[in-house]
């Protein structure tokens, strides 16, 4: 079992659309929760962070923590062609970070 | 804020040779770093967790001996690959975290795409 899983996709949506990604993680002592955005031939750059239950929100952005299920989410409102990219969630226990392999999104105009 | 430097971003060296890669965090401290290679279309696959002022923790597979980590101060890690192979070539990226909380995010250079000849 991965520690930490995504489906890769792609998950395709149209502009203005909302776009869900999902991730599982296996290790139920994790303590906090990223999500990165990948552009290709680029390096991540970090999203959002969470680190309790609930929703947190920024912008077109809401993250999705559930640790009972141990599942966290990306919701990105009025999706973009700009935003399609490769998201990947990282999940961290004290100094560990481990990522999924990201799913990759693209929005059509 | 949080800002770290990757440097060169790309660079083609021939079968043998050795090249190396810098890591700086330009606006904090960081006691540890950490070394991602990516295939294309692939996900980051650690490589390694540099350590300042002691031995790098290599992840299993990772040959030590091939990929020399080397991180001498608070700012500043790196990577040399040597006697490169064609097998080698691939994304380099390295992150660091400003801070050891759990909350303290990792923040990425803009990597170094290695091409061997």
């Known amino acids: 079992q991965k520690e930490v899983e995504q489906n890769s996709g792609p998950l395709s949506v149209p502009e203005g659309a909302i776009a869900s990604l999902n991730c599982t993680y296996s290790?139920?002592?994790?303590?906090?929760f990223f999500w990165y955005r990948q552009y290709s031939g680029k390096s991540p750059e970090l999203i959002m962070s969470?680190?309790?239950?609930g929703d947190k929100e920024d912008g077109r952005f809401t993250a999705q923590l559930n640790k009972a299920s141990q599942y966290v989410s990306l919701l990105i409102r009025d999706s973009q062609p700009s935003d399609s990219a490769t998201y990947l969630c990282?999940?961290?226990?004290?100094?560990?970070?481990?990522f999924g392999a990201g799913t990759r999104l693209t929005v059509k105009p | 804020g949080a800002v770290v430097s990757q440097h060169p971003s790309w660079v083609i060296c021939k079968s043998g040779t050795s090249v190396k890669i810098e890591c700086r965090s330009l606006?904090?401290?960081?006691?540890?770093m950490f070394w991602y290679r990516q295939f294309p279309k692939q996900s980051l696959m650690l490589m390694a967790t540099?350590?300042?002022?002691?031995?790098?923790?290599?992840e299993q597979g990772v040959e030590k001996d091939k990929f020399l980590i080397n991180h001498a101060s608070l700012t500043l890690s790196t990577l040399t690959v040597t006697s490169a192979h064609p097998e080698d070539s691939s994304f380099y990226i390295c992150?660091?975290?400003?801070?050891?909380?759990?909350?303290?995010?990792?923040?990425f250079g803009n990597g170094t795409r290695l091409t061997v000849t």
């Open positions: 969470i680190y309790s239950n």
């Open positions: 990282a999940v961290r226990n004290n100094n560990d970070m481990r």
């Open positions: 540099s350590n300042e002022g002691s031995k790098a923790t290599y």
């Open positions: 606006d904090f401290q960081a006691t540890t």
């Open positions: 992150s660091a975290q400003p801070g050891t909380g759990f909350n303290s995010p990792l923040h």
């Open positions: 290790d139920r002592v994790s303590q906090s």
